[in-house]
């Protein structure tokens, strides 16, 4: 008798298996064969590095065209190029409510070409654009494109690996996806002293083009053959319905909501306040934006270390409380004193490190009971992540005096919201995961 094709390490079961789908046998080896984070090495999967580059095209986005702001509105000659921003936030908003669950049902690779297609022709539609409406009709094209890399990338990792290895895979991610603050706004600026702005649409089409030959060429297809969730209106409302019944995952979501919304507080009001404030130039602010990026990837190398001791909620339980200490010094700082710019940017910099802790074991506490509808689940996460993201940049439009004292408070409260939501959430911490003895969805 030939022995199970699935005893041995050599091939794919999907090929040696003789029957038409996937025995159960199979599936479990297959799924164990993908959860390639070894923790005992230091080396990054390619796929890992892929699914990174894939979620860091939303941000990268954001980033690359901020120099262009001053030259966008003098060749149209109108004002509220802001407005591009926040229909870019609107369509990552809804598209990713779309994506989730059409990837439960097809798979995770389907959906990626059609989200890189709409990327690449919102990108182009953006660099051809007459007038702003076009343009922000063009970026709402482009946001919902960009999206599907953000949602599927975050179900692939749930696909992938178990608890504990998602939460190093989502601090590696978030490493990854932190070049893009990093590498985006000096590159935008050199662009567009170079051919202009449109030529940092030109540029991100490219890039579109080439992770959709990547994505082609060198991804897996991670969902469990097993687990196919059916696609109708009234299955998917019932799905999120179910979703957000589950009070974990919503204060999980909303926790990391606001301390990214912290954040986005930042990155919105400190193009007026840090440039007339301190009289930066636009290259100059473009690397005061970097230095957010380093702080990305700072924290997410000590989260990573710090996973290799302990899980992902004891991690967030020692993380949690720093982001507020920090905001009250740099609220008490800026109201009673002028700062000067290097003590504005290391309390910056130090705000940045200690909130971008607190997001990768967020993630994965979040996603983890759920398997079989990761892609919903991760959906569901980043939309409501990405509406307090909203809701906190038309805070900073409403309350912004162009002080720093007050763009300091709109950050502090969006990291307290956060410790409030982490108190909602460890309410729940025995249903959820990080405790290995619970029961989680497969």
């Known amino acids: 008798m030939m022995p199970h094709p699935a005893v041995f390490g050599t091939g794919s079961p999907r090929k040696l298996c003789q029957e038409d789908r996937l025995c159960t046998l199979c599936a479990v080896v297959l799924r164990l064969r993908l959860m390639t984070l070894d923790s005992r090495s230091h080396r990054i999967p390619g796929w890992l590095l892929l699914v990174g580059a894939m979620s860091g095209v939303g941000p990268f986005s954001i980033d690359m065209y901020l120099p262009g702001f001053p030259m966008i509105e003098r060749e149209f000659a109108e004002q509220g190029v802001e ?84 939460a190093r895979a989502f601090a590696i991610l978030m490493s990854i996806v932190s070049l893009g603050p990093i590498v985006a706004p000096t590159l935008g600026g050199w ?14 089409a490219a890039l579109g083009v080439a992770l959709l030959i990547a ?112 905001g009250v010094l740099l609220v008490a700082s800026a109201a009673f004193v002028s700062l000067p710019l290097w003590f504005a940017i290391i309390l910056q910099f130090a705000f940045f490190l200690c909130t ?48 720093l004292a007050t763009l300091a408070l709109l950050m502090t409260a969006g990291v307290v919201l956060a410790v409030v939501c982490y108190f909602w959430a460890r309410r729940y911490a025995s249903g959820t995961p990080g405790h290995p003895d619970d029961g989680m969805e497969t």
């Not at 919902?144 to 953000?150: I, N």
Request: net charge positive; proline share 5%.
């Open 83 to 166: 407005r591009t921003m926040a229909a870019y936030l609107v369509g990552i908003t809804i598209g990713q409510l779309l994506y989730g669950p059409i990837s439960d049902r097809f798979g995770r690779k389907p959906p990626l070409y059609v989200g890189f297609t709409l990327y690449v022709l919102g990108a182009m539609g953006c660099a051809f654009a007459s007038d702003m409406t076009m343009l922000t009709l063009m970026r709402v094209v482009q946001a919902l494109g960009a999206c599907g890399g953000l949602v599927i990338g975050r179900a692939i990792i749930r696909d992938r690996c178990q608890p504990h290895e998602a």
């Open 191 to 204: 662009v567009i002293t170079l051919v202009g702005w449109r030529g940092t649409f030109v540029f991100q």
């Open 215 to 326: 994505m082609h060429s060198l991804l897996r297809e991670s969902r469990d053959a097993l687990n196919i969730v059916p696609f109708s209106t009234p299955h998917v409302v019932r799905t999120y319905a179910r979703l957000l019944l589950d009070p974990a995952l919503v204060a999980y979501s909303l926790l990391g909501g606001f301390a990214i919304g912290a954040l986005f507080c930042y990155v919105t009001g400190s193009a007026t306040v840090m440039q007339e404030l301190y009289a930066l130039t636009p290259q100059q602010y473009g690397w005061l934006l970097g230095l957010n990026g380093i702080a990305f990837l700072t924290a997410s190398r000590l989260n990573v270390r710090a996973l290799r001791s302990m899980g992902p909620a004891e991690s967030l339980s020692r993380a949690i409380w720093w982001p507020p200490v920090v």
């Open 356 to 403: 971008a802790r607190v997001t990768p074991n967020v993630t994965a506490l979040g996603l983890a009971p759920h398997g079989k509808t990761a892609g919903a689940a991760a959906a569901l996460m980043g939309s409501l992540q990405s509406l307090v993201s909203t809701l906190a940049g038309m805070a900073v439009a409403v309350f912004n005096d162009g002080t």
